[in-house]
């Protein structure tokens, strides 16, 4: 279990997926406007998901970085 654990903490794609979560989240409600119905709030929803997800590379592969130094130390593998 605990392998599983650290295995998503260390990867990026976890950090990028949940960023884009918290990016739609937050920037979503800015942009619907009173006359779009359900169905076009879930595509708005997803499409700002997935932006946020193509622009938190750079920032989710530091992270990822920080924690590996944090917790593993800072040894590099030659």
Do not use: H, N
């Not at 409600?29 to 622009?55: E, H, K, N, Q």
């Not at 592969?61 to 800072?74: A, M, P, S, V, Y």
Request: hydrophobic fraction near 50%; charged fraction near 20%; proline fraction near 5%.
């Amino acid at each position: 279990m605990s392998y599983i654990f650290f295995y998503i903490l260390f990867l990026p794609d976890s950090w990028r997926i949940l960023m884009g979560i918290i990016f739609s989240g937050l920037l979503t409600p800015l942009i619907f406007t009173p006359d779009i119905d359900f169905s076009g709030r879930v595509v708005i929803c997803i499409m700002m998901a997935f932006i946020g997800y193509s622009a938190t590379g750079v920032p989710a592969r530091w992270i990822t970085e920080q924690f590996k130094k944090l917790i593993l130390g800072d040894k590099k593998r030659r």
